[in-house]
């Protein structure tokens, strides 16, 4: 079935030969891998205000570093092919990946801050309610595995779209499919990223080790999840809640 499309516009000042006017855009467009681009930023930033509320050993996500970290994944277009071209009114019929480059410091930061020795680490991925066990925090391999990985550093989705400038040339409207695979996976990425730049937790006395407990079970529970529910079962704010709760009394 194919996911809806939603529909986004961007006022640019777009180049076109003098006195020729629009044409239909190319697909692999800069301008249209910008646009969807933000909007999947923008998806990824609500995620982790929404979701970035104080918990036990969390640290809260403030607008800056959510910022920071977008700004370093880069949206292009493709593997593309126009299916249709109507020419009437300059509209394109697109086909193709929209992917992402991560910087390798971003990278770095993801890979460091998944480490779940880490009691600001684990808590700090589970407070962003998209929890997800990768292999050894190493997100290229997860990448691999969600088969999002299209190279060096590179993340990409499947992604069907369209392409039309206004009469006057000053606006793209582009209209798109979702991506909810790449989407989550650079969610993930920006909360451990995020994490992975804050300074290691100072050693504690031993009062926190009754806390640090209370973390493996919250994080016991999160595999038992994922091992009856499939890996990439979202895991909500409400069950940690829940779980924490348990675990806090011993069960």
């Given at each position: 079935m194919r996911n809806p499309l939603k529909f986004g516009a961007i006022a640019v000042t777009l180049a076109f030969v003098a006195g020729c006017g629009p044409k239909p855009p190319n697909c692999d467009n800069e301008t249209v891998a910008n646009i969807i681009g933000d909007d999947v930023k923008s998806q990824i930033r609500q995620v982790l205000l929404d979701n970035a509320r104080p918990?036990?050993?969390g640290p809260k996500v403030d607008e800056t570093e959510i910022q920071a970290i977008l700004s370093e994944f880069k949206p292009k277009l493709i593997s593309t092919r126009t299916t249709k071209v109507d020419a009437a009114i300059n509209k394109s019929y697109c086909a193709g990946k929209l992917a992402f480059d991560v910087s390798k410091d971003a990278l770095s930061r993801a890979t460091k801050g998944m480490d779940h020795n880490n009691l600001d680490s684990s808590m700090n991925l589970l407070l962003m309610g998209v929890w997800t066990h990768s292999p050894n925090g190493d997100f290229d391999a997860y990448g691999a595995k969600a088969g999002i990985k299209t190279g060096e550093?590179?993340?990409a989705q499947d992604i069907e779209y369209?392409?039309?400038?206004?009469?006057?040339?000053?606006q793209m409207y582009v209209e798109f499919s979702k991506t909810?695979?790449?989407t989550s996976f650079l969610?993930?990425?920006?909360s451990a990223?995020?994490?992975?730049?804050?300074?290691?937790?100072?050693?504690?006395p031993v009062p926190v080790a009754n806390s640090t407990d209370s973390d493996k079970c919250v994080e016991g529970k999160?595999?038992?999840f994922r091992r009856s529910q499939g890996e990439e079962a979202p895991v909500m704010n409400d069950m940690l809640e829940e779980w924490e709760q348990d675990c806090a009394i011993g069960r």
């Open positions: 918990m036990v050993g550093r590179e993340y369209t392409a039309q400038p206004t009469d006057n040339g000053d909810p695979t790449v969610a993930q990425l920006s990223a995020i994490n992975g730049n804050r300074p290691p937790r100072l050693a504690q999160v595999a038992e």
